[in-house]
């Protein structure tokens, strides 16, 4: 009898000493966008914004592994609960039927970049209906914007992803194309030569200021437990001046076209 006693100790200790191990090194499968320089596939540390998410849950104990994938297919995925969490996206409320949102961990701005050899002016939405305009599939560029398109306000021709649509305003395919301003420099180095990316510069009004978070599937049942942690860890971040030292950029600065409206 003890030896039965002592077999059963010795069961119940090994599995438990399984599932801690488990625990502490747990993996986190995370889908994103190609996002450069925040999301970026082809960077040593996957991004500035990669590099945040992955040291949060570090703390927590947790790895991260991130799947780059076009942004719809992103989406799709971590809604079906193939992946923890999916990163980064603006709120929209349909979003909420799929999806928990996490704080904001990202503040964004996003502007129409052009050709200066073809000067932009607006002042409204429906001042860009005359444009032709280039977007990525996935993206959204805020519910006025949104709802533009929905109501074939505006003339955009979509893409799948962001760098294409450099090319196409070189080579006056579009006229303009909205992007987040630190992304759209950063493609913008790497899409064309020197020569050509001084021939585009962005307007000064932005289409959009907002936030983006880290969305965590409804049907998972984790996820609330996950939100609270990466929260309550990315307040910290905030607080010591660590979350700072992630987005800051030396010596950067943009071009504005003098021609362009204040």
Not at 47 to 71: K, N, T
Not at 128 to 156: C, M, P, W
């Amino acid at each position: 009898m003890k030896a039965v006693v002592l077999y059963l100790a010795l069961l119940v200790l090994v599995w438990s000493s399984a599932i801690a191990a488990k625990e502490a090194g747990k993996s986190l499968s995370i889908s994103v966008g190609d996002w450069p320089p925040y999301l970026d596939r082809s960077a040593p540390d996957q991004g500035s914004l990669a590099r945040l998410i992955r040291d949060i849950f570090a703390a927590e104990g947790f790895s991260v592994e991130f799947h780059f994938l076009p942004w719809n297919r992103a989406y799709r995925e971590a809604a079906r609960g193939r992946h923890d969490a999916t990163a980064v996206w603006m709120f929209a409320p349909e979003r909420t039927e799929d999806f928990l949102y996490s704080d904001a961990v990202l503040s964004e701005t996003f502007v129409l970049f052009y050709r200066k050899g073809n000067p932009i002016d607006w002042l409204d939405i429906q001042d860009l209906a005359k444009l032709r305009l280039g977007g990525t599939l996935g993206y959204s560029y805020g519910s006025e914007f949104d709802q533009a398109v929905a109501d074939n306000v505006l003339n955009i021709d979509w893409v799948s992803y962001s760098k294409l649509n450099f090319n196409r305003l070189i080579y006056d395919r579009i006229d303009a194309f909205p992007e987040e301003i630190n992304v759209g420099y950063h493609l913008m180095e790497q899409a064309l030569p020197a020569k050509q990316a001084k021939r585009i510069t962005h307007h000064p009004r932005p289409i959009l200021e907002n936030q983006s978070f880290v969305l965590f599937p409804s049907r998972l049942s984790q996820s609330k437990a996950l939100i609270e942690r990466f929260n309550e860890r990315l307040s910290q971040f905030r607080e010591s001046g660590r979350y700072d030292a992630y987005f800051e950029v030396p010596g950067a600065s943009f071009e504005i076209d003098e021609g362009a409206a204040n």
